[in-house]
Nanobody
Framework: QVQLVESGGGLVQPGGSLRLSCAGS????????MSWYRQAPGKERELVAT???????NYADSAKDRFTISRDNAKNTVYLQMTSLKPEDTAVYYC??????????????????WGQGTQVTVSS
């Protein structure tokens, strides 16, 4: 049974920092692309950051220079270090695990799994 469990959310003042964690189980963690998404009230879920199985990272413009995604394959855990937090970072943060399996030339099957989310609130 695949599980992704986020933790580390909470209430923080503007300019503060938080580190989110997402522990995975039930799948081959090291082979999956891991991502953090967020969804603010009344808005669509948006991609924040991604880290490939080889450690390549990508960030949304809103996260560049403030957030850092990392992974520890020995612990089956992905992290999101967030600094210089702003009120507009307030959202539920979700982690996602994704991979594609080759079936035949030109045919791939994609598997993706989501965590339950953790609330981040940035407010004074």
């Amino acid at each position: 049974q695949v599980q992704l469990v986020e933790s580390g959310g909470g209430l923080v003042q503007p300019g503060g920092s938080l580190r989110l964690s997402c522990a995975g189980s039930g799948f081959t963690f090291r082979s999956y692309v891991m991502s953090w998404y967020r969804q603010a009230p009344g808005k669509e879920r948006e991609l924040v950051a991604t880290i490939s199985s080889t450690g390549t990272t990508n960030y949304a413009d809103s996260a560049k220079d403030r957030f850092t995604i990392s992974r520890d394959n020995a612990k089956n855990t992905v992290y999101l270090q967030m600094t210089s937090l702003k009120p507009e970072d307030t959202a539920v943060y979700y982690c996602k695990a994704a991979t594609s399996v080759f079936l035949a030339p030109g045919q791939w099957r994609t598997y993706d799994y989501w965590g339950q989310g953790t609330q981040v609130t940035v407010s004074s």
